[in-house]
């Protein structure tokens, strides 16, 4: 069974970071897409960023420059590193499994979510 297990968060003020993680089991982790989503109340869900097996990423502009996504395949954990972080950053963060080999719009396994707030 998949278990992905979201941790991390918590409260920042502006410009500071945070390192969220995500353990997954019950699969083979390192072929798979890996995503970091998010949704802040009243707002659309968002994908911030994705990483696949050749460890290629893709960030949502809003994050770009900012936020790094990784992850090693040996602890089968990804990671998103979150700097100078804003308010509008506010939200939560939940870790997602995609497709097999490479990153599309199709993802299967949600995390239970991990929330970051930031003050100004």
């Not at 969220?20 to 707002?43: E, H, I, N, T």
């Not at 809003?62 to 100078?84: A, C, E, H, P």
């Amino acid at each position: 069974q998949v278990h992905l297990v979201e941790s991390g968060g918590g409260s920042v003020q502006a410009g500071g970071s945070v390192r969220l993680s995500c353990v997954a089991s019950g699969y083979d982790f390192s072929p798979f897409c890996m995503a970091w989503f998010r949704q802040a109340p009243g707002k659309e869900r968002e994908k911030v960023a994705s990483i696949n097996i050749a460890n290629e990423t893709d960030y949502a502009s809003s994050v770009k420059g900012r936020f790094t996504i990784s992850k090693d395949n040996t602890k089968n954990t990804l990671y998103l590193q979150m700097s100078s972080l804003k308010p509008e950053d506010t939200a939560m963060y939940y870790c997602v499994r995609g497709s097999y080999y490479i990153c599309t719009s199709s993802y299967d396994y949600w995390g239970q979510g991990t929330q970051v707030t930031v003050s100004s």
